[in-house]
T-cell receptor
Framework: AQSVTQLGSHVSVSEGALVLLRCNYS??????LFWYVQYPNQGLQLLLK??????LVKGINGFEAEFKKSETSFHLTKPSAHMSDAAEYFC??????????????FGKGTLLTVNP | EAQVTQNPRYLITVTGKKLTVTCSQN?????MSWYRQDPGLGLRQIYY???????DKGDVPEGYKVSRKEKRNFPLILESPSPNQTSLYFC???????????FGPGTRLTVL
């Protein structure tokens, strides 16, 4: 079974500061990893994903994440926070093989607050 | 426009009154899924479907039913809703391979 742990249910940063949202996963097979963002009163939007290949993946809105197999981590970063980044962020994992491995397992979410 | 739609967006009902939340996608996706989102718990999968007439349980299927008679539609049925099913529900769809899931806008359900 796979699982996701997001460290910190709430992260607060100042505008212009580095954003670091932590995600660790467990999976018995090579995983596919995702970060989703949820703005207030909206659905989930994909920020970025790792499937195979380059371990540093870039997403929308200046976010990036690095897959580190040895640390079973997929932390999300952004060099400079903007007020519009305030949202809830979810890390998710699914099995990398095909077939019926459809389920995404989500972390519990991290609420990002950006202070002026 | 490619999208996943859900109806209704908001629903207040009473215990035991059967209800259906509809989900429809216009992207010809094979896979569809229902999740519920609760504070502090993230999203948990209720049911999923790999194609027409093929469905399976997710992590929290108790109290829910689904059907997949057409590729585009995947309704979620609560035969006898209870207050613990008060939640925010999301439908999602994707095609095969590693493609991303597309989420609907959510349905906020309150069961009194």
């Amino acid at each position: 079974a796979q699982s996701v742990t997001q460290l910190g249910s709430h992260v607060s940063v100042s505008e212009g500061a580095l954003v670091l949202l932590r995600c660790n996963y467990s999976s018995s097979v090579p995983p596919y990893l995702f970060w989703y963002v949820q703005y207030p009163n909206q659905g989930l939007q994909l920020l970025l994903k790792y499937t195979t290949g380059a371990t540093l993946v870039k997403g929308i809105n200046g976010f990036e994440a690095e897959f580190k197999k040895s640390e079973t981590s997929f932390h999300l970063t952004k060099p400079s926070a903007h007020m519009s980044d305030a949202a809830e962020y979810f890390c998710a994992v699914r099995k990398g093989s095909g077939g019926s491995n459809y389920k995404l397992t989500f972390g519990k979410g991290t609420l990002l607050t950006v202070n002026p | 426009e490619a999208q996943v739609t859900q109806n209704p967006r908001y629903l207040i009902t009473v215990t035991g009154k059967k209800l259906t939340v509809t989900c429809s996608q216009n992207m010809n996706h094979e896979y569809m899924s229902w999740y519920r989102q609760d504070p502090g718990l993230g999203l948990r999968q209720i049911y999923y479907s790999m194609n027409v007439e093929v469905t399976d349980k997710g992590d929290v299927p108790e109290g829910y039913k689904v059907s997949r008679k057409e590729k585009r539609n995947f309704p979620l049925i609560l035969e006898s809703p209870s207050p613990n099913q008060t939640s925010l529900y999301f439908c999602a769809s994707r095609t095969g391979g590693n493609n991303e899931q597309f989420f609907g806008p959510g349905t906020r359900l309150t069961v009194l």
